[in-house]
């Protein structure tokens, strides 16, 4: 189910704040077409802790009708609570989702114990789940052996892993995927099974045809360094907007990127990428 290049994909937003579910559709559209092995929803790139639990069903459904069984919907469904992530992945499974995305528990750091008894209960939803491992963003760090632990569990297949380790992806038993756009070409020449990619919102097909070949990804280095120079995702929304794919509107805290930054992503996009269009 999990392989190549899944886009984490961006929410649309209409002027005032509204999810722009005819802009998802048409997102989601350009990425079927585009050669997309799958779509990741609600993830860190899709800003689900600013949505609504309305929202996000709003989301999940618009999402797997557009999709019509035509590749995998893996919807994020962690939160610090392991009763309302196992609630989230149920709700999910109902709604049609292919797969689940569950990052480890947040701010309430728990044990490694704690942590395996989470994932072992979000797994009780019976839907295959890509463990997402991002100690940035989480504040928690993890032994490999609790990583290993994790990954032995029923139902948990895949590991995403923001750190990168190059180790983890010759050594773990699993499908390991990138967490990092910047880190795909390591990984996948390391053994990796794909990666879970932001810039595949704005070049989904030429994304796509580097992760599968393994070649090409120079082609993005300029790209890749002005995205990453804020917070994610305010850096591709903006990109996005640049080629009419979406608004750059984010909800607050997120704001557009600054003036110096918006002048680098212009930079990049336009010494870069006259090879690409987002409607190849």
């Not at 072992?120 to 290993?148: D, W």
């Not at 509107?249 to 010494?271: G, H, Q, V, W, Y």
Request: aromatic content about 8%.
């Amino acid at each position: 189910m999990f392989n190549s290049s899944l886009v984490a994909l961006v929410t649309p937003y209409k002027t005032n704040l509204e999810v722009d579910y005819s802009a998802l559709r048409k997102l989601v559209r350009l990425q079927i077409e585009s050669s997309t092995s799958g779509i990741v929803a609600l993830g860190t790139t899709g800003e689900h802790l600013l949505l609504s639990d309305q929202e996000k069903n709003h989301i999940i459904t618009t999402i797997v009708d557009e999709v019509a069984g035509g590749i995998p919907v893996i919807v994020n469904v962690g939160v610090a609570s392991t009763q309302f992530s196992l609630q989230n992945a149920l709700v999910a499974k109902k709604l049609g989702a292919s797969g689940l995305l569950v990052i480890t528990p947040f701010y309430v750091n728990p044990t490694e114990d704690g942590v395996v008894a989470h994932l072992g209960e979000v797994a009780k939803s019976h839907l295959p789940i890509m463990f997402y491992y991002n100690p940035p963003r989480t504040g928690l760090v993890l032994s490999q052996g609790c990583v290993e632990t994790v990954l032995r569990i029923p139902n948990v297949v895949a590991l995403k892993d923001a750190t990168n380790n190059l180790d983890w992806a010759l050594k773990l038993k699993t499908d390991y995927f990138a967490g990092d756009d910047s880190a795909a070409k390591n990984v996948m020449r390391a053994g990796g099974k794909g990666v879970v990619s932001v810039v595949a919102n704005l070049f989904p097909k030429e994304w796509a045809q580097a992760v599968t070949s393994g070649e090409g990804f120079e082609r993005f280095d300029l790209l890749l360094s002005a995205l990453s120079l804020e917070t994610n995702p305010q850096c591709i929304k903006y990109a996005m907007s640049k080629v009419g794919l979406c608004n750059a509107n984010l909800r607050l805290p997120l704001m557009e990127p600054s003036t110096e930054t918006k002048e680098a992503i212009d930079f990049a996009m336009s010494n870069s990428f006259t090879f690409c269009s987002s409607s190849s």
